[in-house]
């Protein structure tokens, strides 16, 4: 590393050993595990579509992995997971003005957006079991 | 820098190897204009899907025989599948250390998504105008 100069006051990461918890720590993890869990689900996606294509008796054997509980169970995440991406992907868009950086205002918006991954997954259920 | 004067290392020796420039700001760029698509694409399916697409072989293709819904799927198979690709190449780039894993997982993260989104949207296709 010719040239690379380390100071001892560099700034150090958010480590687990070194910070008290905070929720900004969760809403920053749970975004990179909630693209994680959604890059699986979009494979999944397009197998689904391919089987769609495929024609009823392929499209059958995965309907039958979406109807057991496992299936509805993964749908059930995977729309926390959307829910819970697309409310901190919007918080990071914000950020990304230089808006809404203060602690205060950051853990705010991070609660929120755990809530509403919480509160979106029963909504949509309740709307499709109960509703229009 | 704190190099001596005698210091054997050009002013291009001392700043090689330090990190890719050049292409970050468009990684940047590419991932918040993918970001703003699916902010409208995804919701849009999830509550779509949830409330229009009946269950069975019939309703899925009933569903994907919507002009909108077809053009829908299609446009979030492809922005998704770039957006979650560039993502995941920050994600490699952060954990995984050893030169080959590396190339190897961010070879598979640019095979497996631009094969699979175009798998999926060519099955749209075959749904909507058969074989
Ligand atoms: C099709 C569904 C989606 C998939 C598969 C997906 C996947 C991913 C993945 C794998 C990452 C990398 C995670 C990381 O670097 O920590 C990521 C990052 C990101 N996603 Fe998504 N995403 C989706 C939808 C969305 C939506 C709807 C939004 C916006 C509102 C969004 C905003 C972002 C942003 C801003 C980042 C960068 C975060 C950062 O800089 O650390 N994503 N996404």
Do not use: C
């Amino acid at each position: 590393m010719a040239g690379a100069t380390r100071p001892g006051s560099r700034p150090v990461s958010p480590h687990l050993t070194i910070w008290r918890w905070h929720i900004t720590m969760l809403s920053s993890i749970l975004h990179r595990l909630s693209g994680i869990a959604l890059y699986g689900a979009a494979i999944g996606f397009a197998f689904w579509l391919m089987a769609a294509a495929a024609g009823p008796e392929t499209f059958a054997k995965v309907q039958t992995v979406l109807n057991a509980w496992y299936g509805q169970a993964a749908l059930y995440l995977i729309v926390a997971a959307s829910a819970y991406h697309l409310a901190n992907g919007i918080r990071h868009l914000v950020f990304d003005t230089g808006a809404g950086l203060e602690p205060a205002d950051a853990d705010t918006s991070a609660w929120f957006a755990v809530l509403f991954a919480i509160a979106a997954p029963i909504g949509l259920w309740a709307l499709v079991t109960f509703g229009a | 820098m704190s190099a001596p004067k005698n210091a054997m290392r050009t002013p291009l020796g001392k700043v090689r190897h330090h990190g890719a420039g050049k292409e970050g700001t468009g990684h940047f760029i590419a991932t918040r204009a993918t970001s703003v698509a699916l902010a409208l694409l995804l919701p849009w399916f999830i509550v779509t899907a949830a409330l229009s697409l009946r269950t069975g072989y019939l309703g899925a293709i009933d569903f994907l025989t919507t002009p909108v819904n077809a053009v829908g799927v299609i446009l979030l198979v492809a922005i998704g599948f770039y957006h979650m690709s560039l993502g995941m190449q920050e994600v490699v780039l952060d954990y995984i250390e050893r030169p080959l894993s590396k190339a190897l997982l961010l070879l598979l993260n640019a095979f497996v998504p631009l094969a699979l989104g175009v798998g999926a949207v060519f099955a749209v296709l075959i749904v909507n105008f058969g074989v």
